[in-house]
């Protein structure tokens, strides 16, 4: 087991356990359309990071890139100021919708024993989505935050609703920030 994660912990899932912060990028909260509830979403992110730090569970922050929307490098590109990845935090890259597709993460999480995964991010109909039916498909357990995900869409709030419907589902949990455990 590697020493970083080897931590004191809080469950007995935490040494198994990983959270994605999927594409909390600032280009995402500059659209003409603001974020929904963009605050509480920022909030329950940064509570999920820090107890997953204090479980001493990995935080993956997912960053895509894309010409048009997301050019890599670019200041819309970046993470949104609110999050602050430590030097312990994984950094993955990704092009697609599902964050395992054609990046590392896959085998970041296999090199730490990871099982199962808890998802927060942007954007909730695309890569949230994507990511959370992408990790379905390769066995992980996963958990989506009801409250961790949204979308810059005038539809946000029935588009959440649908696919909490739809990704439960196809197995994934979806529960609030505060009855998330690692």
Request: net charge negative; hydrophobic share 45%; proline share 3%.
């Amino acid at each position: 087991m590697n020493d970083e994660i080897s931590a004191p912990m809080t469950g007995a899932q935490a040494s198994r356990s990983a959270l994605l912060v999927i594409d909390v990028q600032q280009g995402l909260f500059r659209k003409s359309t603001p974020i929904y509830q963009a605050e509480r979403l920022l909030t329950n992110i940064e509570t999920l990071v820090a107890r997953a730090h204090a479980a001493g569970v990995p935080v993956v922050y997912v960053q895509h890139a894309s010409d048009k929307v997301l050019p890599y490098g670019s200041v819309d590109w970046q993470l949104h100021p609110w999050l602050k990845p430590t030097s312990a935090d994984l950094l993955v890259e990704k092009q697609h919708g599902d964050a395992f597709e054609e990046t590392t993460l896959q085998s970041e999480l296999a090199a730490r024993g990871i099982d199962r995964v808890v998802a927060v991010g942007l954007v909730t109909h695309g890569c949230v989505k994507a990511t959370c039916l992408g990790a379905k498909a390769r066995g992980y357990t996963v958990v989506l935050a009801a409250d961790g995900h949204s979308s810059y869409s005038k539809d946000a709030a029935r588009l959440i609703e649908e696919w909490h419907t739809k990704l439960s589902a196809a197995g994934v949990a979806v529960q609030l920030t505060q009855e998330i455990v690692f």
